[in-house]
């Protein structure tokens, strides 16, 4: 269903406060918390003593502690002490390795012994002056697939982003796809054609005119487990397009990670990441609404989709010129599956 031995994006850093965070991860009940020196830490969320979710405990002097009967949890997955008990025969629970980067909080459910550090992605906004980032979560009920799909076709703009960054010029540009091993690329470039909505505040966010034809890209990178980062922007026609001078363009990064709740439910982490007028703190708040608006609107399609779906299992989908994104993405998810069943 997904892979595991690979990195997930498990909260955003700032979700982890005094408080341990309980969040299930392909299938997995985990609980997040800073230990000693604010180091994340993350084990199953199950106390060894009765089974109570460690997420309803607290932190203490860096250990987690049971919420029920005082058990207090190293980072580890032993049992460092109980009120009135010897703990020294208790078993010992799951531990997960994480790493915080990024502003993200990552874990890896599959094997420990596996777990590469080198292997989270880089991102070349984080702490990046010439950057701005805005972002933010939702809680989708749906195949974590679907939000792939969804997002390696944006020919799906035109019609539940109508008001905002869709318009009937996407459905009339082809896109390419194409597959580099395990990244998958769907681009589509568009000529002098009008802004939409969306683009015509942040050309006149950076001072150009929108009342000009521009043209647009998008630009779809998939990567496994499930990341698609999505190059998108608009350059006054004539200039270049995508390789135009920056005094003639706007284009930021949009940023999804995907992780995987259960087979029918992710945790959706979405952003976007801009290279223009890095310090407009407003404007970061105002672009982070709206796209947080734009990717509401898919929210409904989507878990409305997986409705349909469930009830109708054995019923074949069709597969477009444009679903090709999409279905190369789940083939690439498809053999590290396979890789990571064979190796086992």
């Not at 982890?16 to 609980?31: H, M, S, W």
Request: charged fraction near 25%.
């Amino acid at each position: 269903m997904f892979p595991v031995n690979t990195w997930y994006v498990a909260c955003s850093a700032d979700e982890i406060d005094e408080k341990p965070l309980g969040r299930t991860i392909c299938n997995q009940a985990i609980v997040f918390y800073r230990a000693h020196e604010g180091k994340v830490a993350a084990v199953e969320d199950f106390c060894p003593h009765r089974g109570a979710p460690l997420s309803l405990g607290y932190v203490c002097e860096g250990k987690l502690v049971c919420g029920y009967h005082g058990l207090e949890m190293g980072c580890d997955g032993k049992t460092v002490a109980m009120p009135g008990q010897r703990v020294g025969g208790f078993p010992a629970i799951r531990s997960f390795p994480v790493e915080e980067r990024y502003g993200f909080v990552w874990v890896w459910p599959g094997e420990k012994d596996k777990a590469d550090p080198a292997l989270i992605p880089h991102m070349e906004w984080h702490d990046n002056p010439e950057w701005a980032y805005g972002g933010g979560l939702y809680h989708v009920k749906a195949d974590y697939r679907l939000m792939i799909d969804n997002l390696m076709d944006l020919t799906h703009e035109t019609y539940v982003h109508a008001t905002s960054i869709g318009q009937p010029e996407i459905d009339e540009t082809p896109c390419k796809t194409t597959v580099n091993g395990d990244e998958v690329v769907t681009s589509r470039f568009m000529s002098d054609i009008p802004a939409p909505p969306f683009w015509k505040a942040a050309l006149r966010a950076k001072g150009l005119a929108d009342d000009v034809p521009v043209d647009r890209w998008q630009i779809c990178r998939f990567t496994p487990p499930s990341h698609v980062i999505i190059e998108v922007g608009v350059a006054h026609a004539g200039h270049g397009g995508y390789d135009a001078p920056a005094e003639h363009k706007v284009y930021s990064q949009v940023i999804d990670f995907i992780t995987p709740e259960t087979n029918t439910s992710m945790h959706y982490f979405w952003g976007m990441a801009r290279k223009f007028n890095p310090g407009d703190k407003a404007l970061t708040a105002q672009i982070r609404e709206g796209q947080g608006k734009i990717f509401s609107e898919d929210l409904e399609m989507l878990e409305r989709q997986q409705k349909n779906l469930s009830a109708f299992p054995d019923r074949a989908l069709l597969k477009l010129n444009i679903d090709t994104g999409g279905v190369q993405s789940r083939k690439v998810i498809e053999r590290v599956i396979a890789a990571e069943r064979g190796a086992s």
